[in-house]
């Protein structure tokens, strides 16, 4: 299965609003129906007129059969935007923390799939949220200005406002980590404590690393990514020429990724040699377990 | 070994002293190994390579953006992580980290504005970018592009 190469370290906008369908949206139902056990979850039993939590794409779904009724969340009246967006105006700095982390994405399902729930004309929403992705993108860009070797920091900045930049950050802070390593000795050991203080959460060393690293091969094939993973992998034991991580703020959106191009590169060798070393097992264990978390995490919006 | 010297003899040997350009690559052995355990020293002694000369990097501390990156090097960037893994000179690594991301961000707008007021000078800028630069460029484009038909899409 071939995959685009620009695809391998980064999402489409497609998946990102694919991945926000699982996030919960309230519905009124207008049929009975028995609740559905899924592996994903469970469905809830509806009655007529008794409000209930479903993912958007089972809302999206039922919305289109007319049998059911989308509560658009709070966040999505026009008075809670109007308030966010002076919000962002009045602070050009940072992002405000009124939108949730898929705000893009369920603001548009929302309003493709059942404009007629909105408490205001949609047009007007669509207007509101257009105008708000504006004032968050030049602040996004201003934020770019500020581009280090280790790490950048974008705080309440949305799924797809972090995909629209990924690929640039990741490939510019890979060329000025590489430069930064170029540095004498003394100065480099600095650089490599900064980050750990940052953030108090030592076990997703490994994961930013190296997904950081999956991402800037975009233009390799999965073997290619999949040797150079395991090389640098081998290169931080014995050399420790790895050392130096960088992080951007959601780290959980980059594992996600991360999953995603390990398991294709497994798949596409069957018979690729594995681990021999025990500490490169422990390295692998620890890492799926993270996986796990940061997929969760980004699943459920956090 | 007369043959490196531009337009010599091809015969003659290279003399003490003589200035000739070199392979990044062969240079920094070269300047590295040492003759024999009696001359501990290298053979060759580099001189700066020209895109890091103080001239350019004046130019690049008083403006980045005007200075043409691409007529130094196609590979500036590269280049300057060879040559300061060489080197080490902190100086000029900061300059030159500086200039990238100055640059980078002006890249960044670039991408994603295609039909701006700032199509006049936007292809004079453009034609600057050393290749890293221009991956920068396609990078954050695509990105905007993707965006942009996701958005068209839905409605």
Redo the contacts between chains.
């Keep these: 299965m071939a995959i685009p190469a620009k695809q391998v370290g980064t999402f489409i906008p497609a998946e990102i609003s694919f991945l926000a369908e699982n996030s919960l949206v309230t519905i009124i139902p207008r049929q009975a129906m028995e609740s559905v056990g899924l592996i994903g979850g469970t469905i809830p039993s509806m009655r007529p007129m008794r409000r209930i939590e479903v993912p958007i794409w089972v809302a999206v779904l039922l919305k289109k059969q007319s049998r059911c009724n989308i509560v658009p969340p709070n966040w999505l009246s026009e008075e809670n935007l109007k308030i966010t967006y002076d919000a962002e105006a009045a602070n050009m700095t940072r992002f405000s923390a009124n939108l949730p982390w898929e705000w893009v994405e369920v603001g548009e399902l929302i309003l493709g799939s059942a404009p007629d729930d909105l408490s205001s004309p949609p047009h007007v929403i669509r207007n509101l949220l257009r105008d708000i992705r504006e004032v968050r993108q030049a602040k996004a860009r201003a934020g770019l200005k500020n581009l280090n070797d280790s790490y950048l920091q974008l705080d309440n900045v949305g799924a797809m406002e972090l995909n629209e930049i990924r690929s640039f950050v990741t490939m510019a802070m890979n060329q000025l980590r590489i430069m930064q390593g170029t540095r004498e000795g003394a100065e480099r050991q600095d650089v490599d404590v900064e980050p750990d203080d940052q953030d108090d959460d030592d076990d997703d060393d490994d994961l930013p690393r190296e997904s950081y690293d999956d991402s800037m091969l975009t233009a390799k094939g999965y073997q290619d990514s999949y040797d150079t993973a395991r090389n640098s992998r081998q290169g931080s034991e014995i050399g420790g020429t790895e050392d130096e991580r960088a992080s951007i703020n959601s780290h959980t959106f980059a594992g996600v990724r991360h999953i995603s191009t390990q398991n294709r590169s497994r798949s596409a060798l069957p018979q690729a040699p594995s681990y021999t070393d025990d500490d490169d097992d422990g390295d692998n264990e620890d890492n799926d377990m993270e996986i796990d978390a940061a997929y969760l995490n980004a699943v459920n919006g956090n | 070994m007369g043959y490196l010297e531009h337009g010599r003899n091809t015969s003659t040997d290279i003399k003490e002293g003589a200035r000739i350009e070199l392979p990044l690559w062969m240079a920094e052995i070269l300047a590295i190994g040492g003759i024999s355990d009696e001359l501990p020293t290298g053979f060759i002694t580099v001189s700066t390579p020209a895109p890091f000369s103080n001239k350019v990097l004046n130019a690049l501390s008083a403006n980045p953006v005007n200075v043409d990156l691409r007529g130094q090097s196609m590979q500036f960037?590269k280049l300057?992580?060879r040559w300061?893994?060489m080197t080490?000179d902190?100086g000029l690594?900061d300059t030159?980290?500086d200039t990238?991301?100055?640059r980078?961000?002006i890249v960044?707008?670039h991408?994603?504005n295609t039909r701006s007021a700032l199509m006049t000078d936007r292809s004079e800028f453009l034609g600057t970018l050393d290749d890293?630069e221009i991956?920068?460029f396609k990078?954050?484009q695509?990105?905007?592009k993707?965006?942009k038909?996701?958005?068209s899409m839905?409605?």
Excluded: R
């Design positions: 960037y300057a992580e300061l893994a080490g902190d690594l030159i980290m990238f991301k100055a980078a961000a960044n707008d991408a994603h890293t991956k920068l990078a954050a695509e990105a905007s993707d965006l038909k996701w958005t839905k409605k």
